[in-house]
Structures are given as structure tokens and as C-alpha cells.
């Protein structure tokens, strides 16, 4: 990832380049000239270190993500008191890194690399941690991962509402009113972990929640076979 490289390195400079270059210009701003110049360095040190404008790209994708998973991690609560406020913080985190770094961000939705790719999935376990909070307190109505595939799309569907929309007619109460759409959409106004109106499908989706990965009361059969049960029972109760 993009942290591996010092502040001063050559491959560094050469991202902060076309980091600054991308978020004032644009994409098409990004060419190998113009970010050699930028960093003080000849064309061909682009070539030799990322291959490519787009392997260039890619480098620029796992440097934002770097910053973005190291501004959520600084933020993170080790333990929230309320699952529900902390999932309104992390969708707004998202969105507002998306409305202030839009090129940046388009960027990184579009990068395919490996190193971009393991950026993203941090950000996920991130994402999948306050989802499984909220199943462990019986807040949420829905499977943890429709959950996460909700709070995601409602995420980046703001962010390109929001740059779609001329900047006259921007209204902030849009992305109010998406988060809270997102948030009824997959939490209960209450917490049901006991058996209710869906029958066991919210006590198996708390138990699911909270069993631990490596429980020595069971086997690894035993816990495999339990999580399909609860599985089945947290599908019986979907609306």
C-alpha cells in the first residue's frame, strides 16, 4: 500500500504530484509530463516505477485510500454506545470524503489494482464491524450483508447525486435524507433480540452476530453447521 513508501521517496513525490495535479485539473491533467515536472523528475521515472499513466493511477487510488482508512481509523470507537449514531457517522464520513476529493474519489472507485483492492477491503472490514454490531444488538431488519451492500450504495449514490447536481441547486438536506432512508431502511426504531414479528429470524441474526470466530465450546463442524441454521432462520424472517 501507499504507506510503504517514505515521504521522500521518488515513487512518493511522484504521487503527491499527481494526487495535487488530479484534484485541481482533473484526470486529464494527470499526464506523465506534467507530473515529472511537478515532482522535479524526468518522464521516464514514472515509466520505471508504475509502468504506466495507469499504473500511475492505480498508485494514486491506494494512496487515497491509505489516507481515507487512516482518517476513519482515528475516528473509530473501540466501543460505541449507540450502534445506530455510530452508522450515521460512517456514512457521513464517506460521503463527505467523497463531496471534498471528488476526483480522488472517482479514482479510487474505478482502481482494479492489488494494492488499491487491499485498501478497499480494510475499509470494508471496517464497514462489516459496525454492521455486525448492529446484528449483535438486534438492531438490524435485514442480512448483515444486504445491510453493508444498502449503506454502500446509498453512500456513493449521494456522492454522485450530489456532483451531478448543478452547485446552484445543491441541498445538503439530500444527503440528510438519504442517510436516513439508508438508516430505516436496515434498523429497527428498536432493538429486537428476543423472537417478535419475525417469528426467530432477529434472535438468529443476533446469536450469528455474535458468536465468535474461534469458540472452543464447538467444533469447526459443529460451528458451521450452527451459522447455516441461524442462516436459515435470519432468511425466514426477511421481509
Excluded: C
Excluded at 456514512?91 to 479514482?107: T, Y
Excluded at 449503506?151 to 444527503?175: E, N, Y
Excluded at 432493538?191 to 417469528?199: D, I, K
Amino acid at each position: 500500500m501507499a504507506t510503504r513508501d517514505t515521504t521522500d521517496s521518488p515513487r512518493h513525490r511522484i504521487v503527491e504530484a499527481a494526487v495535487e495535479l488530479l484534484e485541481s485539473g482533473g484526470q486529464e491533467a494527470v499526464s506523465t509530463r506534467a507530473v515529472a515536472a511537478a515532482a522535479g523528475m524526468q518522464p521516464p521515472a514514472i515509466y520505471r516505477l508504475f509502468g504506466d499513466k495507469e499504473g500511475l493511477l492505480e498508485a494514486v487510488a491506494e494512496h487515497g485510500y491509505a489516507q481515507f482508512l487512516e482518517s476513519k481509523r482515528a475516528q473509530l470507537d473501540p466501543d460505541p454506545q449507540d450502534a445506530v449514531e455510530e452508522l450515521r457517522h460512517g456514512w457521513d464520513l464517506v460521503v463527505e470524503f467523497g463531496i471534498s476529493r471528488p476526483e480522488l474519489f472517482a479514482v479510487m472507485n474505478r482502481a482494479t489494482g492489488r494494492g488499491a483492492d487491499m485498501a478497499h477491503r480494510a475499509g470494508l472490514e471496517i464497514l462489516h464491524g459496525r454492521v455486525r454490531r448492529l446484528a449483535a444488538g438486534g438492531w438490524l431488519r435485514v442480512d448483515e450483508e444486504l445491510a453493508a451492500q444498502i449503506i454502500q450504495a446509498t453512500g456513493r449514490g449521494a456522492v454522485t447525486t450530489w456532483h451531478s447536481t448543478p452547485s446552484d441547486r445543491r441541498d445538503p438536506a439530500l444527503l440528510t435524507a438519504l442517510r436516513e432512508a439508508m438508516v430505516t431502511a436496515i434498523t429497527r426504531t428498536e432493538p429486537t433480540v428476543p423472537a417478535t414479528e419475525n417469528g426467530p429470524a432477529a434472535a438468529a441474526r443476533a446469536l450469528r452476530a455474535a458468536l465468535p470466530d474461534d469458540a472452543d465450546v464447538l467444533s469447526a463442524a459443529e460451528q458451521h453447521l450452527l451459522r447455516e441454521w441461524l442462516t436459515r432462520l435470519t432468511a425466514s424472517g426477511s421481509p
